[in-house]
Every structure is written in structure tokens, then in C-alpha cells.
């Protein structure tokens, strides 16, 4: 890895930090596809992830229009084909909730802009929600704190705790503390 895979702080692009939490994902192929899409979709100020001139990320569609921001099952079912009750039901046959991996991969997209600096409202505003109290209500809904209470660990520590939360634990923990409304 060259020094210019790193952004200024030191840390590791995204995609090499979000990795080890998609590759941990049971399965089916279709809900690893719609993680990826989560996860590497471009986001201004994340390592790795940062849109070229004509507002792609890695994947982009070339298209040249600034792309959605996922963060939403409809919306991540939608754009691999398929329904939200689809992709939560295949999903659920693989022992996870779909609806909260795509939280926490949207979450740990926010720790990684708050490592890089980036104020709550600029937050906000790069992951696609309508301002901060938005985003603080959706990490709060998931975590059960405000993104300004949780805990200063690394990224690649919330990656873990991530894992641990969508694909380790059973089932009824992790719908019952994570407050999934697929359970």
C-alpha cells in the first residue's frame, strides 16, 4: 500500500476498513450486492470514497448527476432490482436483518466523516439526510445514543462491534436492542 492510499490522517480507505464487515455477510449474493452498494457508494470526505469530477465514487454509473445518497431499504432494494420485503426476506433466511446491516454500514460511513473532522449538519449533509437532528435520530434509533455520545473508537473497532451486532449475535438480541422492525 502506497503512502497515497491514506487520506491525511493516516487511516485506511474506507473500503479497505468496511470490508471485513461485508465479507462476514452470510449470504445471499443479493444482500452482499446491496451492502456493496451501501457501503462504496461515493460520500464527499471518506477516504476511498470520494466522488470524481463527475460525482461517481467507486462504481459510479458515469452518468455525471450526483448520486442518491442509500441509506434506505426501499431505496438499496430498488436499486438491485428487487422489493424491500424481497431482499428482508432472503436476508432473514441467512439468520440477519437487512434493514439494520445497511444501518450500521450507513452509521460507520458517519464515524468515518467524524474521524476526518466533519461537524454533525456536515454529516448530515453528505450521507443524504435533511439536516442533523435527521441523522441524530437515525444513529440514535440503531445505537441507542447520539452520534455525539457514542464512544471515540477507531473505525476499524466499530467495524468489529458492527459485525458483531448484525451477523454474531441471535437473532432476537440484535432485533430486540437494534430496534429492527423485521423481527
Request: net charge positive; with cysteine.
Given at each position: 500500500?502506497?503512502?497515497?492510499?491514506?487520506?491525511?490522517?493516516?487511516?485506511?480507505?474506507?473500503?479497505?476498513?468496511?470490508?471485513?464487515?461485508?465479507?462476514?455477510?452470510?449470504?445471499?449474493?443479493?444482500?452482499?450486492?446491496?451492502?456493496?452498494?451501501?457501503?462504496?457508494?461515493?460520500?464527499?470526505?471518506?477516504?476511498?470514497?470520494?466522488p470524481d469530477s463527475n460525482g461517481d465514487g467507486p462504481?459510479?454509473?458515469?452518468?455525471?448527476?450526483?448520486?442518491?445518497?442509500?441509506?434506505?431499504?426501499?431505496?438499496?432494494?430498488?436499486?438491485?432490482?428487487?422489493?424491500?420485503?424481497?431482499?428482508?426476506?432472503?436476508?432473514?433466511r441467512y439468520g440477519f436483518s437487512i434493514a439494520v446491516a445497511i444501518r450500521w454500514t450507513t452509521v460507520l460511513?458517519?464515524?468515518?466523516?467524524?474521524?476526518?473532522?466533519?461537524?454533525?449538519?456536515?454529516?448530515?449533509?453528505?450521507?443524504?439526510?435533511?439536516?442533523?437532528?435527521?441523522?441524530?435520530?437515525?444513529?440514535?434509533?440503531?445505537?441507542?445514543?447520539?452520534?455525539?455520545?457514542?464512544?471515540?473508537?477507531?473505525?476499524?473497532?466499530?467495524?468489529?462491534?458492527?459485525?458483531?451486532?448484525?451477523?454474531?449475535?441471535?437473532?432476537?438480541?440484535?432485533?430486540?436492542?437494534?430496534?429492527?422492525?423485521?423481527?
Amino acid at each position: 500500500m502506497s503512502p497515497d492510499d491514506h487520506n491525511g490522517s493516516g487511516a485506511l480507505p474506507f473500503p479497505d476498513v468496511i470490508d471485513p464487515f461485508i465479507r462476514v455477510c452470510p449470504g445471499p449474493a443479493l444482500a452482499v450486492r446491496a451492502l456493496r452498494l451501501v457501503a462504496y457508494q461515493p460520500v464527499e470526505g471518506i477516504a476511498g470514497l470520494e466522488p470524481d469530477s463527475n460525482g461517481d465514487g467507486p462504481g459510479g454509473s458515469g452518468n455525471g448527476r450526483k448520486p442518491a445518497h442509500f441509506h434506505r431499504l426501499g431505496d438499496v432494494a430498488n436499486a438491485v432490482s428487487c422489493t424491500a420485503d424481497h431482499l428482508s426476506r432472503v436476508a432473514r433466511r441467512y439468520g440477519f436483518s437487512i434493514a439494520v446491516a445497511i444501518r450500521w454500514t450507513t452509521v460507520l460511513q458517519g464515524l468515518a466523516l467524524r474521524e476526518e473532522g466533519a461537524s454533525q449538519t456536515e454529516i448530515a449533509r453528505r450521507l443524504g439526510f435533511a439536516d442533523a437532528s435527521s441523522w441524530s435520530r437515525f444513529v440514535r434509533n440503531l445505537t441507542g445514543k447520539t452520534p455525539t455520545q457514542l464512544p471515540r473508537l477507531t473505525l476499524s473497532d466499530w467495524v468489529l462491534e458492527a459485525r458483531r451486532r448484525v451477523f454474531l449475535e441471535p437473532s432476537g438480541a440484535r432485533a430486540a436492542r437494534d430496534g429492527d422492525p423485521d423481527a
